[in-house]
Each structure stands twice: as C-alpha cells, then as structure tokens.
C-alpha cells in the first residue's frame, strides 16, 4: 500500500510568488493534518480535514495560505504571496477514522524556500 | 493549551550503549502521548503510542517509553543503540488531548551515534 505522498519534495521561489504544495493521503483515510517546521523550531500544526471539511485550521498562520481538500481525497496548500518567513518544511500527514485517535501517517515533506 | 519540552536538543551516544531521550508535557488530563523518529530524507514514523493501561509501552526497532503522570514525563529509552538509531526523535501529544486532532511536538533531539 503506497504511503503519504507528498510534491514537489523542494520548491525555491522568490518573495512575492505563489507556490501550491500537494498532498497525496493514504486511500481512504478520512483525516488529513497539514504541519510545517520552520528551522530551529518545532514541527507545527497547520490545519486538519476531515474528508472535505477543514475540522480545525487554528494553526494556519495568516490569510496568505489556503488549504483545500477535493473530493476527500488529495488536498493541496497554497501560499499567496509567499513571504521570506514561510521558508521551512512542509509535512502532510493522514489517518483513518475521524471518531477516534489513528495513528496519523506522515509524507517525507516538501521543503520551501522563499530568497 | 498542551505542550512538550524535549530539553536535549542534541544528544550523542556511543555505539552499544543505553539510550534515554527526555520528554515532559504540559496537559491536565492524561493525554495521547506518542514518540517518532526522523532519518534523513524521511517522513515521520511512529516508535510508539500511550493512550491507557500499562505505563511501560513497547514500540517498534527495540524502543520503549514510560508514562509517569507524577512528573509529566514520557521518557524513551532503548537498552542498547545501534549505528542505525541516529536520527531526529519527536515527542508529541494530541492538541485536545484525545480524539483524532492534529499533534503537538517537542522540538526534537538529534541522536548521534559513535562507533
């Protein structure tokens, strides 16, 4: 069974550009969490779906980035405009069932860097 | 809100020997409690989980981990590493302290091994 699938793994672009990051979660799991490591720091929590619906976007950090899920299936992150701060990793993680815990899966990442 | 501290940012032990990797949590119900790890080029994968029950957990690759509500710590250790340990560990908790909410993470703390 493939796992959590994240593109692109790197993206370079300039401040003031707009860069959409994918995620691709493992088939049929409900619950889809988005979190980003900026250097030095922790891994943050960004926002979760459930199916297609944003459950919790507490962690989204300003109205530059929207988060969409199509259809329950794949969900895509962007970033309009991108500024120097929103450089880090981005991660994309899945689990089954949304009524109860499920050990969430992660994707290997997709690095950003705003010059 | 929850948090974690992992108080070790880099931690280096020689091949062979024991291994302990502090993590204490701030949260005042008995939270889900899980540790992962991080090798290079990586996503996350999971070393174990604490929800209830037996406070000494067993995870994957040898790894274990002891819930002591007393002090707030969920402390992983492993008898004996091997060159292939090295790598970043995680120590998260679930934001609401259950149910299928995103995590909350510690910084993290590089392991490195010496031959």
């Known amino acids: 069974e493939a796992g959590v699938t994240q593109f692109p793994s790197h993206s370079v672009i300039e401040k003031g550009q707009t860069v959409t990051l994918r995620c691709d979660p493992i088939s049929g799991h409900d619950n889809l969490y988005w979190y980003r490591r900026v250097m030095g720091k922790e891994i943050k929590f960004l926002l979760h779906?459930?199916?297609?619906?944003?459950?919790?976007e507490s962690g989204m950090p300003n109205n530059r980035f929207l988060a969409e899920r199509t259809g329950g299936t794949y969900s895509t992150l962007k970033v309009q405009p991108a500024e120097l701060e929103d450089s880090g990793v981005y991660f994309c993680?899945?689990?089954?069932?949304?009524?109860?815990?499920?050990?969430?899966?992660f994707g290997p990442g997709t690095r950003l860097t705003v010059l | 809100a929850q948090s974690v501290t992992q108080p070790d940012i880099h931690i280096t032990v020689s091949e062979g020997a024991s291994l302990e990797l502090r993590c204490n949590y701030s949260y005042g119900a008995t939270p889900y409690l899980f540790w992962y790890v991080q090798s290079p080029g990586q996503g996350l994968q999971l070393l174990l989980k604490?929800?209830?029950?037996?406070?000494l957990v067993q995870g994957i690759k040898g790894f274990e981990a002891e819930f002591k509500r007393s002090q707030s710590s969920f402390n992983l250790r492993k008898p004996s590493v091997h060159w292939s340990d090295a790598a970043e560990y995680f120590c998260?908790?679930?934001?609401?302290?259950?149910?299928?909410?995103?995590?909350?993470f510690g910084k993290g703390t590089h392991l490195i091994i010496q031959p």
């Open positions: 998260a908790v679930v934001r609401s302290g259950g149910g299928a909410d995103g995590l909350t």
């Open positions: 604490y929800f209830s029950g037996d406070t």
């Open positions: 779906f459930v199916k297609e619906s944003k459950q919790d």
């Open positions: 993680a899945s689990s089954q069932a949304w009524y109860s815990y499920n050990e969430q899966f």
